[in-house]
C-alpha cells in the first residue's frame, strides 16, 4: 500500500502542476525529489528496511515515467556519519532516462543525521522557487535533527516563492514526529500524506484521487487562496493554536458525503484551487464552523471563517487571593441548555492545570475537583470573549505521617489511612470516604473538621484535624505502639524453628471466657505492630503447642525468642 500511495503522490504532483498551466499545451512541469537517506532508514517495516522500499517504489515508478518531465533528486545523509552538511544534488533538473534514476537511488547508502529542512530549502533554490514555479517532494521517516525550524522553513519559502509547494510523504512516524512535517507541507500548500497502516494509506489514497479528480486548469502561477479563522468577526485570525481545516465539494454526493478535496492543520492554510464554489469546515478546541466559499482564481482573497466562538481559561485556588492550584486537579466541563429545566452535557474532562478551551457561544457549567473537594461555576461566553475564571474550591491541606511514639521516625510498611464521615450511622458505623496506604499521604479537604484512623498492623488510632482554607497542616499522628519481631527457639538445641503459627491475643479472657485474638500469621519470624500493652502469644508447632506473655511500649523495635517444646 505504503508503494501504491508514494507513486500517486508523486504522479499528482508532477502531473497537477502540469495541468495547472493556463493554456492547453503540454507543459511537463519541474519538480525536485528529496529523499531521506539517514540512518535511520534501515529501520524495518514488516521485515522489510526502509532503504528497500524506497528503492523499489522509484523503481516502479519510473518504468512509466515520461521523459519529458524534468526531475531532479537530492539526498541527505547518505554519504557521512554525524554531518548536518551532507545534503547532494545526486541529479539535476533534467529528462532523464528512467534507469539513471533507478541507479542513481541505489548508490544512496542510508547512514547520517537528517538535514530535510536545509534540504528542502536546498531544492526549492535549486528549482528558483523566487521567480517561477517550483515542487518539491520530501520523503522521510523522522523529524528534523539539524537544528532548523521545518515550519519556519515552510514560512519562508511561502512568503518568497512565486509558486513554491512541498509535498510531503511521512512515512513509518511515531506520533511526536508528525506536527513539523505536516507544517513544512500544508504551510507551503502541499500535501502531508502519513504511512502508518492499509487503513489510513487508503483513506489517503482516496483523498489524492479525489484532489486529483478536483484540479482545474488555472494560470502557470496560480493564485494562492488562504483560509482564517476567527472568534468574531472583525477580530484578527487565530495564530496560535491548532486549527483543522476540511475542504470539500458543496453538494453531497449520492453516498450523502461530501466529495474531500483536502485537508489541512495549518493556521492559515493556503488553497490552489481553480474558480468555484467550496464547502470549507472548520474544526479548533471545541467548535466546528462550516461555511461555503468563492474562489475566484483570477484575484485570490482570504476567506475568513467566523466561529462565532470565545476562548475560556480556567484557574483554581484553594480560596480567593491564595494559592494557585498547579497539580491534583481536574476538570470537568459540561453545556448548559437556556432551559433551566434542561440536563447539561458532558464536554470534555482535563487534569491540566490551568486548561483553556475554544467553545461556541453559549452557556456552560465547569466544576474543579483536587482531592475530594468540587466547586462549580457557570460561564455565559460571548462571540469573541477571551476569559480568565477563577474557580475558589474553599480548600486546604493535610499532610499525615504516623509514628510509634511522639518524635519517633515515621512509619513506613503496612499502614492505612481512612477518612471516614464525621457521625456514625444507625448501626454505630463509620462510612469510609477515602482510603490511602502510602506512609506519607497528602489529602486535600474542605474547610471544616475531619475525622480520620490510622492503622499499622493491629495498632489503630483515631483522629481528627481542622481543615482551613489555603494552609497545608502537617501532622504526626501517634499511634502509642510498638513493632516486634517473633522468632521460635527448639528448647532442645536453639535452633530457630520453621513452620511456626503464631497466634496474638488479649491477655485475660472475655465475659465469654475466650481469649480475644488480636493478630494472626502462619509466617516463621513475622514482625507485628502493636499497640502498647501485654499480649498473649500462642505458639504452634506440628502438634504441640506453647504459650508465652509479652509486654510492648510505645516506641519498641525489637526482637522476641520464645523457646518451644518441638514436635517429634
Known amino acids: 500500500m505504503w508503494l501504491r500511495l508514494f507513486l500517486a503522490i508523486f504522479v499528482f504532483c508532477l502531473f497537477h502542476d502540469s495541468t495547472l498551466a493556463g493554456d492547453q499545451s503540454r507543459d511537463p512541469g519541474r519538480a525536485i525529489l528529496v529523499l531521506d537517506a539517514s540512518g535511520s532508514m534501515w529501520g524495518k517495516v514488516k521485515g522489510r528496511t526502509k532503504v528497500e522500499i524506497a528503492r523499489e517504489s522509484i523503481a516502479r515508478l519510473m518504468k512509466a515515467w515520461d521523459p519529458e518531465i524534468e526531475l531532479g533528486l537530492i539526498a541527505y545523509g547518505h554519504r557521512r556519519k554525524g554531518d548536518c552538511e551532507d545534503i547532494e544534488l545526486v541529479l539535476p533538473v533534467a529528462r532523464h532516462r528512467p534507469e539513471d534514476v533507478v541507479n542513481a537511488v541505489k548508490r544512496l547508502n542510508a547512514r547520517g543525521k537528517t538535514p530535510l529542512s536545509a534540504a528542502v530549502k536546498r531544492a526549492a533554490e535549486t528549482l528558483g522557487y523566487s521567480k517561477e514555479r517550483a515542487t518539491v517532494i520530501l520523503i522521510s521517516d523522522g523529524i528534523e535533527t539539524c537544528g532548523m525550524d521545518p515550519c519556519a522553513v515552510a514560512e519562508e ?12 510523504i511521512g512515512f513509518d512516524l511515531k506520533k511526536e514526529e508528525l506536527a513539523n512535517l505536516q507544517c513544512l507541507a500544508e504551510g507551503t500548500g502541499g ?16 483523498t489524492v484521487e479525489e484532489s486529483v479528480a478536483a484540479a482545474s486548469p488555472a494560470p502557470r502561477v496560480p493564485p494562492a487562496s488562504r483560509l482564517a479563522a476567527v472568534l468574531k468577526s472583525g477580530m484578527a485570525p487565530l495564530d496560535n493554536q491548532e486549527i483543522n481545516w476540511h475542504v470539500t465539494a458543496t453538494e453531497r454526493g449520492p453516498d450523502g458525503t461530501y466529495k474531500a478535496i483536502g485537508k489541512y492543520r495549518h493556521v492559515n492554510p493556503r488553497l490552489r484551487l481553480g474558480t468555484g464554489k467550496y464547502r470549507v469546515q472548520v474544526k479548533t478546541g471545541l467548535v466546528v464552523a462550516e461555511t461555503v466559499i468563492h474562489i475566484n482564481a483570477e484575484n485570490p482573497v482570504e476567506h475568513v471563517v467566523n466561529l462565532n466562538a470565545g476562548r ?24 448548559v441548555g437556556a432551559d433551566a429545566d434542561a440536563k447539561r452535557r458532558f464536554l470534555d474532562y482535563t487534569n491540566a492545570a490551568d486548561p483553556t478551551y475554544t467553545l461556541s457561544a453559549g452557556s456552560y457549567q465547569v466544576e474543579l475537583q483536587s482531592g475530594l473537594v468540587q466547586a462549580a461555576m457557570n460561564v455565559d461566553l460571548k462571540p469573541g470573549d477571551v476569559l ?21 521516625p515515621p512509619i513506613q510498611k503496612r499502614i492505612h489511612w481512612y477518612l471516614t464521615v464525621n457521625a456514625p450511622d444507625k448501626k454505630g458505623e463509620y462510612k469510609t470516604l477515602s482510603h490511602n496506604s502510602s506512609p506519607l499521604p497528602t489529602f486535600t479537604l474542605g474547610a471544616g473538621r475531619h475525622r ?47 513452620k511456626v503459627r503464631w497466634t496474638i491475643t488479649r491477655p485475660e479472657k472475655n465475659d465469654r471466657g475466650a481469649y480475644d485474638r488480636v493478630t494472626y500469621s502462619s509466617y516463621h519470624t513475622p514482625g507485628f505492630t ?11 508447632h506440628g502438634g504441640t503447642q506453647s504459650v508465652s506473655m509479652i509486654s510492648v511500649k510505645a516506641g519498641d523495635n525489637k526482637e522476641i525468642r520464645v523457646q518451644v517444646q518441638a514436635s517429634p
Open 312 to 335: 475560556l481559561t480556567l484557574v483554581g485556588y484553594y480560596k480567593e487571593g491564595g494559592e494557585r492550584l498547579n497539580k491534583r486537579t481536574s476538570w470537568n466541563l459540561y453545556a
Open 157 to 168: 519559502l511561502e512568503r518568497v516563492g512565486v509558486a513554491f509547494t512541498a509535498h510531503v
Open 191 to 206: 500535501m502531508f500524506i502519513e504511512a502508518v497502516d492499509a487503513v489510513s494509506l487508503t483513506e489517503a489514497l482516496s
Open 530 to 540: 502493636l499497640s502498647a500493652g501485654r499480649y498473649r502469644v500462642v505458639i504452634g
Open 452 to 498: 480520620f484512623v490510622v492503622t499499622a498492623g493491629s495498632a489503630r488510632k483515631v483522629f481528627e484535624v481542622d481543615i482551613e482554607p489555603d494552609r497545608l497542616i502537617e501532622k504526626n499522628v501517634s499511634l502509642d505502639a510498638g513493632q516486634v519481631k517473633m522468632i521460635a527457639l527448639d528448647k532442645a538445641n536453639g535452633q530457630p524453628l520453621k
Open 388 to 408: 480568565e475564571k477563577k474557580v475558589f474550591l474553599n480548600a486546604g491541606q493535610v499532610s499525615l505521617r504516623a509514628v510509634l511514639k511522639e518524635g519517633g
